[in-house]
């Protein structure tokens, strides 16, 4: 069983940056990031791969944010720089245990974690 711990939520000011971790206790193929706001569907935000070394982001974060891996801790990171109020959700670590693509599918990705509250204040 695979299980995702998120941590470094918190409030931040527009135009500032945040950092959100993502510790896997298993074995993950793909790791990323979705975000869900009260009345919305969950939505992707960014995905990493561990080999070949590919990244995916939704158009709205391009730029701004960035995924990256340390794969001997199999922990993912999303540094997110020039926050907007736009970007305050909670944020789910997402994983998924087979060999499937790296893309942005919400049925593909296996395991969640609990989710970290991202606060943008204008």
């Known amino acids: 069983q695979v299980q995702l711990v998120e941590s470094g939520g918190g409030l931040v000011q527009a135009g500032g940056s945040l950092r959100l971790s993502c510790a896997a206790s298993?074995?993950?193929?793909?790791m990323g990031w979705f975000r869900q706001v009260p009345g919305k569907e969950r939505e992707f935000v960014a995905a990493?791969?561990?080999?070949?070394?590919?990244?995916l982001y939704t158009d709205a974060v391009k730029g701004r944010f960035s995924i990256s891996r340390n794969s001997a801790k199999n922990t993912v990171y999303l540094q997110m720089n020039s926050l907007k109020p736009e970007d305050t959700a909670v944020y789910y670590c997402?994983?998924?245990?087979?060999?499937?693509?790296?893309?942005?599918?919400?049925?593909?990705?296996?395991?969640w974690g609990r989710g970290t509250q991202v606060t943008v204040s204008s």
């Open positions: 298993g074995r993950t193929y793909i």
């Open positions: 997402a994983a998924k245990s087979r060999g499937l693509p790296l893309n942005k599918v919400l049925a593909q990705y296996d395991y």
């Open positions: 990493i791969s561990w080999s070949p070394d590919n990244t």
